[in-house]
């Protein structure tokens, strides 16, 4: 099935310091979607991309979608301490019949 | 409001006891899925179900069952828990667009945290 590498896995930043995380597919993807979690929530859509180059923002938060249609970046810019959580990025459940995937998470943890 | 409920959101139970957790959703989507969430082991699909009286295989499987008579309740049944079915469990829906669009977000219920001891 298609395999969704996330990096990095962790990141510890000072608040006001910019992040950036990425995805990469073993599949070409027609949509990308960006999930954070709040600790003990569910994850919740932070951003969609349909469109190869489609640059989105949502606030302080932008991603794009890569080209080659197997890449996307999420970017969050002056953080601040309520952007802790993971965030998860993911494919559409279409391409593998049905089933959906989801990147393994990056926590970000960030210091006052 | 728009969501996802799951319920409870705390079990502790023992090994071997019949256990089921509660999905329900009120937004008339089609799709709805199951995950567990463990550490360093990211989301993993368990079972989904594309409508009513339509359900299959995520990737772990093993241990679960599901059914959907009714579009807006998806339950996940442990028909025989054991410890290494302790994790934290999300249920998600969607709709299913036109065309088999198939890339809309996921919404996800709150989550249920599992032990079995």
């Known amino acids: 099935g298609q395999q969704l590498n996330q990096s990095p896995q962790s990141m510890f930043i000072q608040e006001g310091e910019d992040v950036s995380m990425n995805c990469t597919s073993s599949?070409?993807?027609?949509?990308w979607l960006w999930y954070k979690q709040d600790p003990g929530e569910g994850p919740v859509l932070l951003i969609a991309l349909y469109k190869a180059g489609e640059l989105t923002s949502n606030g302080r938060l932008t991603a794009q979608f890569g080209i080659t249609r197997k890449d996307s970046f999420l970017n969050i810019s002056a953080s601040i301490p309520s952007d802790v959580g993971i965030y998860f990025c993911a494919g559409p459940y279409n391409t593998n019949a049905g089933k959906s995937t989801f990147g393994d998470g990056t926590t970000l943890t960030v210091k006052p | 409001e728009a969501q996802v409920t799951q319920n409870p959101r705390y079990l502790i139970t023992v090994t071997g006891k019949k256990l089921t957790v509660t999905c329900s959703q009120n937004?008339?989507?089609?799709?709805m899925s199951w995950y567990r969430q463990d550490p360093g082991l990211g989301l993993r699909q368990i079972y989904y179900?594309?409508?009513?009286?339509?359900?299959d295989k995520g990737d772990v499987p093993e241990g679960y069952k599901v059914s959907r008579k009714e579009k807006r309740n998806f339950p996940l049944i442990l028909e025989s828990p054991s410890p290494n079915q302790t994790s934290l469990y999300f249920c998600a829906s969607t709709r299913q667009g036109p065309s088999s669009s198939y890339n809309s977000p996921l919404h996800f219920g709150n989550g249920t945290r599992l032990t079995v001891t």
């Open positions: 179900s594309m409508n009513v009286e339509v359900t």
């Open positions: 599949s070409i993807f027609n949509t």
């Open positions: 937004m008339n989507h089609e799709y």
